[in-house]
């Protein structure tokens, strides 16, 4: 069974300051895809940055960028510049193959808290 | 990618009624999934909603509790019935993007039952 695992349940950083998320997972899959999920207060949940496995190349969002390991299956969200709205849920979320129409199974999230 | 109106936004309703959650998508999508949220936990996937045949649910997620409907491509609803206050929770909705640009989620539906 695919996992998904997320062992920080809190982070916190200072305002314009850098955080790294953790995230690892469990697959026997060679191609898929990886998902960071922001889900604020209002409960909307916001795609942050996917990482497609079969490219070397870690993905970048402006602020958000990940460090993709997979041979060591771990996918980490780096928070550049640490902003105000930044602060909600995250999770680290994988779909169990590429070929789409695939539920997400999500880790269990972690609370970032920005410190003004 | 696709976009997903979702309601009602929160509700509270009785112990041992029904609420009917609804999810329209601005394009034709082929499955849908419906998510619960417990308060302070992650997503759990209910059950996934094809159209045109039965949903799949998920192990502990049984249809005469969720029963759902899928009409057509660009609709679908969630019932959670005879509610107890353990089904006070966030419902969600999701849908996939084309060329999987992301999964796209409906605003949830905060529910609480008394």
């Known amino acids: 069974a695919q996992t998904v695992t997320q062992s920080q349940p809190e982070m916190s950083v200072q305002e314009a300051e850098t955080v790294t998320l953790s995230c690892t997972y469990d697959?026997?899959?060679?191609?898929?895809?990886l998902f960071w999920y922001k889900q604020p207060p209002s409960r909307q949940m916001i795609l942050v940055i996917r990482?497609?496995?079969?490219?070397?190349q870690n993905a970048t969002e402006n602020r958000f960028s990940v460090n993709f390991q997979k041979a060591a299956k771990s996918f980490s969200l780096k928070i550049s510049d640490s902003q105000l709205g930044d602060a909600a849920m995250y999770f680290c979320?994988?779909?169990?193959?590429?070929?789409?129409?695939?539920?997400?199974?999500f880790g269990t999230g972690t609370r970032l808290t920005i410190i003004p | 990618s696709a976009v997903i109106s979702q309601k009602p936004s929160r509700d509270i309703c009785q112990r041992g009624t029904s609420l009917t959650i609804q999810c329209q998508v601005d394009?034709?999508?082929?499955?849908m999934f419906w998510y619960r949220q417990q308060p302070g936990q992650s997503l759990t996937l209910i059950a996934t909603?094809?159209?045109?045949?039965?949903?799949?649910?998920e192990s502990g997620f049984v249809i005469d509790k969720f029963p759902i409907s899928r009409p057509n491509l660009t609709f679908s609803t969630l019932t959670v019935s005879n509610m107890s206050p353990e089904d006070s929770s966030i419902y969600l909705c999701?849908?996939?993007?084309?060329?999987?640009?992301?999964?796209?989620f409906g605003s949830g539906t905060r529910l609480t039952v008394v």
């Open positions: 909603a094809n159209q045109g045949s039965e949903a799949t649910y």
């Open positions: 999701s849908t996939m993007g084309a060329a999987l640009a992301g999964y796209t």
């Open positions: 979320a994988y779909p169990p193959s590429n070929f789409g129409n695939e539920k997400l199974t």
């Open positions: 697959t026997s899959e060679s191609d898929y895809y």
């Open positions: 394009s034709q999508v082929t499955m």
């Open positions: 990482q497609e496995a079969y490219k070397q």
